[in-house]
């Protein structure tokens, strides 16, 4: 199966309704689109199908209690609503809605949807009578100009025996529909080239020179490019992480590799980020044997590599050039002067200390005489952060 949600991290809420013996098999189904999922439960629901089902499906814990004490100390409604980059409630009770849109807290799911600042979607289940409710109805109207995202209902036959609007959408569905929230638009059929990772610079044999960068961060930029609709080629140093799907890896080594990759390329490219980790230096010569240890001090000649970015930026018929900053001391300082001498579209600078190699970052963005914060995240939802950015100050009429 294709891994449409890859790494997205979903909290699915299940309030009380029959339908919510279906839970189980969304669950089931959003992990194998490639979902990270944890499941938020109602008293009510746990009358309809009970939490160990819940807990074994989606191989994590049930929560369940706003008061959960253990809970509070690893991931209560706070953090779990920083953690998700969804919440879809399903299925989503009429009463639920109603209390939604009061923006009550008396109960663990309520609280989540106050707090967080993700997407939240609702897959309505109820008796068709319940759904075409003036009440119902005016409630669905207020929620969506909130800005949620209502899924569904189905039409059919119903536990109660009516037949009519109220059903909740088949797991099939909602994946479809959940995966699409995530499909922006706003890079669509833009190409794009993306470098990730460190470079290695060899001294000899089996020694070479490098850094501490993962990868991550241009891997995941990758992957919300291609969410956003764009054609990415991703020129990597050596990583262990897998290529995002529909995503081209060109896989090179040193900093000339890069280089040579790049500018054969970029010709046909509309926009370039500069992610990598690009060794300034090389060894003037490497040796063909292992060096031996024979002294207590060794000297190194090194000269220096080509600074990839600024080759790019300064091209007659050149893309929109976004680069990135890591700086251990004045970040900011240092980041807009390497945007204003390297002709640079937009740079993002963050901390050593806070992205290097982590699985989060903190980054400030840089462009003509404006910047914009982005608080620590995880580096694929800051990820998704930076292409909406970007797709909003330079392709603003290219949205869906």
């Not at 499941?39 to 989606?58: C, D, G, H, R, Y």
């Not at 909602?174 to 890079?187: H, M, P, S």
Request: glycine letters at 8%; one cysteine or more; hydrophobic letters at 45%.
């Amino acid at each position: 199966m294709e891994q449409r949600l890859l790494n997205k991290q979903i909290v699915l809420g299940v309030t009380g309704g029959i339908a919510a013996y279906k839970s189980a098999d969304l669950v089931r189904r959003l992990r194998e689109a490639g979902a990270e999922v944890r499941v938020v439960m109602t008293e009510n629901a746990k009358q309809f199908i009970t939490p160990l089902t819940m807990q074994a499906v989606s191989g994590n814990p049930v929560h369940d209690d706003l008061f959960d004490l253990k809970a509070e100390a690893a991931m209560g409604h706070i953090e779990l609503g920083r953690w998700a980059d969804v919440i879809l409630i399903a299925p989503a009770s009429a009463d639920c809605m109603a209390r939604l849109l009061q923006g009550e807290a008396s109960d663990l799911l309520l609280t989540l949807c106050l707090v967080t600042k993700a997407p939240i979607a609702l897959a309505p289940a109820m008796n068709q009578g319940m759904w075409k409710n003036t009440a119902t109805q005016e409630n669905v109207q207020a929620l969506q100009a909130k800005g949620v995202v209502i899924l569904g209902p189905g039409e059919g036959s119903q536990a109660c025996g009516d037949v009519g609007l109220g059903r909740m959408l088949e797991p099939v569905e909602l994946v479809d529909k959940v995966a699409a929230l995530f499909q922006t638009g706003c890079l669509s059929g833009k190409r794009i080239i993306i470098t990730a990772g460190p470079t290695h610079e060899a001294l000899d044999p089996v020694r070479f020179m490098t850094n501490a960068s993962s990868g991550k961060m241009g891997y995941a930029l990758a992957e919300a490019a291609v969410a956003a609709g764009a054609h990415v080629t991703l020129i990597s140093g050596p990583v262990s992480i897998a290529t995002p799907a529909h995503v081209a890896k060109i896989a090179v080594i040193t900093a000339q590799e890069m280089f040579d990759a790049v500018m054969s390329r970029v010709a046909d490219c509309d926009i370039f980020f500069s992610v990598a980790a690009v060794g300034d230096y090389r060894s003037k010569t490497i040796a063909t044997q292992k060096i031996a240890k024979t002294a207590t001090t060794m000297m190194l000649e090194l000269e220096r590599n080509p600074d990839i970015v600024a080759s790019v930026a300064q091209l007659e018929k050149r893309p929109l050039v976004i680069g990135f900053a890591a700086e251990t001391e004045n970040r900011v300082v240092n980041a807009k002067a390497k945007l204003v001498n390297k002709k640079l579209n937009m740079i993002v600078t963050n901390e050593v200390s806070v992205g290097m190699g982590g699985d989060e970052n903190e980054v400030t963005v840089l462009w003509d005489d404006q910047q914009q914060e982005f608080p620590r995240m995880t580096k694929r939802k800051l990820a998704r952060e930076l292409i909406e950015l970007l797709g909003t100050r330079f392709f603003p009429t290219e949205r869906n």
